[in-house]
């Protein structure tokens, strides 16, 4: 039995091969020639599987380790028959802590205190509420707008996109893109939202790249200095825009949801839905594959503070250096997107890191936050 893992899943040789023959293929490059006689196929979100790939193919059964589906056609499997599975939430921890990171660098650079700022939520999905729970444990408001979520009556305040460009300090968007439709996000923050920000606002796009539109922000960016900028997902990756890049506060290759423990569990959730395909059930448990990480234990005294805060979240993940990785390539006015992906040095989640405290009031929020905390 063939599989199909793409390059970059983690894991995903040691497991599937379990199961049958696996091919290892740079996701982006994938041709039907290498599908031959495949089985199974398992990708991740740059590549498209639609019938161009799959027609005259004997692909079976689709797996992608993401939880954004925008690149598989939905019509295309059922019309053939083909199963499917995605791994909804297996980032979603890895996407939050990206956003952290980036928001108490921007907060230690100009000066304010993040419970100061209203942040809104556009997208209240997996990592939607993730972020938001872990916002409110710091006392942050934070305002949501999900019109899925309204429209079916969920019980939660919701408000419109309007009103968060209006009230809030920070956006944050965390949609899935639908190019049109009641609920279109494509081209979502364009160049009339743009213009309606308010001063000093922090706009952060960890989503789909065509949320926003590039060249608007590019043309707003040429006009106003007052607006951070962070974006790790791009219109027309992995071609992305070196203008627009040199003009943003945060520029990272599509690798928010880079962290061990996201892509693992993005493998682990397609390959037992694989093993349950072919009728051979099978559970992976997460930390049996994981090896130990960089720093595994840390003391922290007294209260935590915003300050201790930030340090304690850039010791396991500082943002400025994916940042800077990036950037040096501009320098030779060549980004080699993928490969920067491909290569992405090993991002752990703040869990993996033990923090033994002597306060039990910082033990207790640091858990809710995420970190693996005790008391001495």
Same mark, same amino acid.
């Given at each position: 039995?063939?599989?199909?893992?793409?390059?970059?899943?983690?894991?995903?040789?040691?497991?599937?091969?379990?199961?049958?023959?696996?091919?290892?293929?740079?996701?982006?490059?994938?041709?039907?020639?290498?599908?031959?006689?495949?089985?199974?196929?398992?990708?991740?979100?740059? &590549?498209? +599987?639609?019938? %161009?790939?799959?027609?005259?193919?004997?692909?079976?059964?689709?797996?992608?380790?993401?939880?954004?589906?925008?690149?598989?056609?939905?019509?295309?499997?059922?019309?053939?028959?083909?199963?499917?599975?995605?791994?909804?939430?297996?980032?979603?921890?890895?996407?939050?802590?990206?956003?952290?990171? +980036?928001?108490? *660098?921007?907060?230690?650079?100009?000066? *304010?205190?993040?419970?100061?700022?209203?942040?809104?939520?556009?997208?209240?999905?997996?990592?939607?509420?993730?972020?938001?729970?872990?916002?409110?444990?710091?006392?942050?408001?934070?305002?949501?707008?999900?019109?899925?979520? %309204?429209?079916?009556?969920?019980?939660?305040?919701?408000?419109?996109?309007?009103?968060?460009?209006?009230?809030?300090?920070? !956006? &944050?968007?965390?949609?899935?893109?639908?190019?049109?439709?009641?609920?279109?996000?494509?081209?979502?923050?364009?160049?009339?939202?743009?213009?309606?920000?308010?001063?000093?606002?922090?706009?952060?796009?960890?989503?789909?790249?065509?949320?926003?539109?590039? %060249?608007?922000?590019?043309?707003?960016?040429?006009?106003?200095?007052?607006?951070?900028?962070?974006?790790?997902?791009?219109?027309?990756?992995?071609?992305?825009?070196?203008?627009?890049?040199?003009?943003?506060?945060?520029?990272?290759?599509?690798?928010?949801?880079?962290?061990?423990?996201?892509?693992?569990?993005?493998?682990?959730?397609?390959?037992?839905?694989?093993?349950?395909?072919?009728?051979?059930?099978?559970?992976?448990? !997460?930390?049996?594959?994981?090896? %130990?990480?960089?720093?595994?234990?840390?003391?922290?005294?007294?209260?935590?503070?915003?300050?201790? !805060?930030?340090?304690?979240?850039?010791?396991?993940?500082? +943002?400025?250096?994916?940042?800077?990785?990036?950037?040096?390539?501009?320098?030779?006015?060549?980004?080699?997107?993928?490969?920067?992906?491909?290569?992405?040095?090993?991002?752990?989640?703040?869990?993996?890191?033990? +923090?033994?405290?002597?306060?039990?009031?910082?033990?207790?929020?640091?858990?809710?936050?995420?970190?693996?905390?005790?008391?001495?």
């Amino acid at each position: 039995m063939k599989i199909i893992v793409d390059e970059n899943m983690p894991y995903a040789y040691e497991l599937f091969s379990r199961t049958g023959k696996v091919l290892s293929v740079p996701g982006r490059e994938l041709s039907k020639i290498e599908l031959k006689d495949t089985i199974g196929l398992m990708v991740r979100s740059i &590549t498209n +599987v639609n019938a %161009k790939l799959l027609d005259n193919t004997s692909i079976k059964f689709v797996g992608t380790a993401t939880s954004g589906t925008e690149h598989i056609d939905y019509h295309v499997l059922k019309k053939k028959g083909i199963s499917f599975s995605s791994a909804p939430g297996c980032n979603s921890i890895a996407v939050v802590e990206y956003i952290f990171s +980036v928001l108490f *660098f921007l907060a230690e650079r100009d000066g *304010f205190d993040l419970r100061n700022r209203i942040v809104g939520i556009i997208g209240a999905g997996n990592i939607g509420n993730c972020l938001n729970k872990r916002l409110k444990v710091l006392g942050v408001e934070t305002l949501i707008c999900d019109p899925p979520r %309204k429209n079916r009556g969920d019980k939660e305040i919701f408000y419109s996109l309007d009103e968060l460009v209006a009230k809030a300090d920070i !956006l &944050t968007f965390h949609t899935p893109l639908f190019i049109d439709g009641l609920y279109k996000s494509w081209h979502l923050v364009d160049i009339n939202l743009l213009n309606s920000l308010k001063k000093n606002t922090i706009l952060i796009n960890t989503c789909r790249g065509s949320v926003v539109d590039n %060249k608007a922000l590019l043309q707003i960016l040429t006009m106003r200095k007052d607006i951070s900028v962070i974006l790790d997902v791009w219109e027309e990756e992995p071609n992305i825009s070196l203008e627009l890049l040199n003009k943003i506060d945060i520029a990272t290759p599509h690798i928010a949801g880079y962290t061990l423990e996201g892509k693992t569990r993005g493998t682990i959730q397609i390959f037992e839905s694989w093993c349950n395909f072919i009728d051979k059930p099978q559970q992976i448990i !997460l930390e049996n594959l994981l090896p %130990k990480p960089e720093f595994s234990t840390i003391t922290l005294h007294g209260n935590i503070d915003q300050y201790k !805060l930030k340090r304690l979240i850039h010791l396991i993940y500082d +943002v400025r250096r994916d940042d800077t990785l990036l950037r040096k390539l501009t320098a030779i006015d060549h980004i080699d997107f993928d490969l920067l992906r491909a290569q992405y040095q090993e991002r752990r989640e703040w869990s993996s890191l033990q +923090v033994i405290c002597d306060n039990t009031e910082t033990v207790t929020i640091l858990n809710k936050l995420g970190f693996n905390a005790t008391l001495q």
